[in-house]
């Protein structure tokens, strides 16, 4: 069907959450496959039955797709829904607005866009699983895609469409960190029930044996050399992990620090808790307990908290122990307030060494670099069999090309 004139449309309608531009200056009538804007970027991208372009803006940058008028609202709902209330740390990109009636046929591919903010620092699946040093991420990328859709479900989100290309990858210090990305097919329920649970990883399962194709294919492999049981791996991780969230244990009443343990057992994992609910057992001398987990966002609320710093869960596990590592020498000098000692470490230790990281070539991430400098820290301690200091490793670690950072 070919596009009538812009005159015989209704005007593009905008809904723009506040905070961010107001996209008015954009040719919305036309695809976005056609524009010619100062305002586009060239990134890379993942591989997408739709098109997506990338805008500049002063304080950030924003990612505009166009499909058809149905998905953009479901998927912008959908996408609102996780980032606000009891979901508001659901890994998933955030909305900005929504773009509709840009064509007569709601049903065209262009009727209407949807609008995200970039997330900074990540990339697709194709240059995670072609890139160098896979073999060691292998298992640390299928933990936390694994983990991701297991916080969706928990969320009480059943995705439809979950696949290794519907996600963005970024290092999250020593692990990789998975961000839902494409929503269109997802909905939300309070809960989601085994059988829909299931489903969804059925539909992971097909999909990902259809990506691992993909890259087979493209390096020349026949299908025999695909990594099809990527996907079963992905769903023994997922089952082993809800398993442990899911467990309810019978306690008796003077076993209540059973309770702290799968506390601590779940923040170890990542998991916030929301509710705990203590039931009396049918003989009436036992207690069951179960919770309710909230996101995996344990240790990343936990560092804003003490300190106002904004980061990943990985990212703040690293931070965190930095910052403890700070103030037991604080506490040995005299020093006993974890409050003063965390502003200390913030303003003496942190924002310094993130200032010279910024200012290296090729270090655009400086949390990130900082935390693989933490960790070529603790590896030349060992080493040494002795305490090092972050500043007396930093010479070592610039001169050995940055171990472990990704530019």
Same mark, same amino acid.
């Given at each position: 069907?070919s596009r009538?004139e812009?005159?015989?449309?209704?005007?593009?309608?905008?809904?723009i959450?506040?905070?961010?531009?107001?996209?008015?200056?954009?040719?919305?009538?036309?695809s976005?496959?056609?524009?010619?804007?100062?305002?586009?970027?060239?990134?890379?991208k993942g591989?997408?039955?739709h098109?997506?372009r990338?805008?500049a803006?002063?304080?950030?940058?924003?990612?505009?797709?166009?499909?058809?008028m149905?998905?953009? @609202? @479901?998927?912008?709902?959908?996408l609102?829904a996780?980032?606000? /209330?009891d979901r508001?740390?659901?890994?998933c990109?955030?909305?900005?607005g929504?773009?509709?009636?840009r064509?007569?046929?709601?049903? +065209?591919?262009?009727?209407?866009?949807?609008?995200?903010?970039?997330?900074?620092?990540?990339? #697709?699946?194709?240059?995670?699983?072609?890139?160098?040093?896979?073999?060691?991420?292998?298992?640390?990328m299928? %933990? +936390?895609f694994?983990g991701?859709?297991?916080?969706?479900?928990?969320?009480g989100?059943?995705?439809?469409?979950?696949?290794?290309s519907n996600?963005?990858y970024?290092?999250? +210090?020593? =692990?990789v960190d998975?961000?839902?990305?494409?929503?269109?097919t =997802?909905?939300?329920? %309070?809960?989601?029930?085994?059988?829909?649970?299931?489903? !969804?990883?059925?539909?992971?399962?097909?999909?990902v044996? /259809?990506?691992?194709?993909? $890259?087979?294919a #493209?390096?020349?492999?026949s299908?025999?050399?695909? %990594?099809?049981?990527?996907?079963?791996?992905?769903?023994? @991780?997922?089952?082993g992990?809800?398993?442990?969230?899911?467990r &309810?244990?019978?306690?008796?009443?003077?076993?209540?620090?059973?309770?702290?343990?799968?506390?601590?057992?779940?923040?170890?994992?990542g998991?916030?808790?929301?509710? $705990?609910?203590l039931?009396?057992?049918?003989?009436?001398?036992?207690?069951r &307990?179960?919770v309710?987990?909230?996101?995996?966002?344990?240790?990343?609320?936990?560092?804003?908290?003490?300190?106002g710093?904004?980061?990943s869960? *990985?990212? +703040?596990?690293?931070?965190?122990?930095?910052?403890?590592?700070?103030?037991?020498?604080?506490?040995?000098?005299?020093?006993?307030?974890?409050?003063?000692a965390?502003i200390? *470490?913030?303003?003496?230790?942190?924002?310094?060494?993130?200032?010279?990281l910024?200012?290296?070539?090729? $270090?655009?991430?400086a $949390?990130? /670099?900082?935390? !693989?400098?933490?960790?070529?820290?603790?590896?030349k301690?060992v080493?040494?069999?002795?305490?090092?200091?972050?500043?007396?490793?930093?010479?070592? *670690?610039?001169?050995?090309?940055?171990?472990?950072?990704?530019?």
């Open positions: 069907m009538p812009p005159s015989s449309l209704p005007a593009p309608s905008l809904i959450r506040p905070g961010h531009p107001d996209f008015l200056e954009l040719p919305w009538s036309d976005v496959v056609t524009w010619k804007s100062p305002r586009l970027l060239s990134l890379p591989i997408s039955r098109e997506v990338f805008l803006y002063a304080d950030s940058i924003y990612v505009v797709k166009e499909l058809p149905r998905a953009a @609202r @479901r998927e912008y709902e959908v609102s996780l980032t606000a /209330g508001k740390d659901t890994l990109v955030h909305p900005v929504l773009v509709e009636h064509h007569e046929d709601p049903h +065209a591919e262009a009727s209407a866009a949807l609008i995200t903010k970039y997330l900074d620092f990540s990339f #697709s699946y194709r240059e995670l699983l072609e890139g160098a040093g896979f073999g060691a991420r292998r298992s640390q299928l %933990d +936390a694994a991701l859709l297991v916080e969706l479900h928990v969320a989100c059943f995705w439809g469409d979950c696949s290794l996600v963005l970024r290092f999250d +210090a020593q =692990a998975t961000i839902m990305v494409d929503a269109e =997802a909905y939300l329920r %309070d809960t989601l029930s085994d059988g829909q649970r299931e489903e !969804d990883l059925a539909i992971m399962i097909h999909n044996a /259809g990506d691992m194709a993909d $890259i087979a #493209s390096q020349g492999l299908i025999d050399g695909a %990594d099809l049981w990527l996907g079963q791996d992905i769903a023994k @991780r997922y089952r992990l809800w398993s442990e969230l899911a &309810v244990e019978s306690i008796k009443p003077e076993e209540s620090y059973r309770i702290t343990e799968r506390i601590r057992r779940l923040n170890e994992l998991f916030s808790i929301k509710e $705990i609910d039931v009396p057992a049918a003989s009436g001398n036992r207690l &307990v179960s309710k987990p909230g996101g995996r966002n344990h240790h990343a609320q936990r560092l804003r908290e003490l300190t710093i904004e980061t869960e *990985w990212q +703040a596990r690293q931070l965190l122990s930095d910052l403890y590592y700070h103030q037991a020498k604080a506490s040995s000098s005299g020093s006993t307030s974890k409050a003063i965390a200390q *470490w913030r303003v003496t230790a942190l924002e310094p060494m993130l200032l010279r910024s200012a290296i070539p090729g $270090i655009s991430d $949390i990130q /670099g900082y935390c !693989d400098l933490l960790h070529h820290r603790y590896l301690s080493e040494a069999d002795s305490d090092l200091g972050t500043e007396a490793v930093l010479a070592d *670690w610039l001169a050995s090309g940055c171990p472990a950072y990704r530019p």
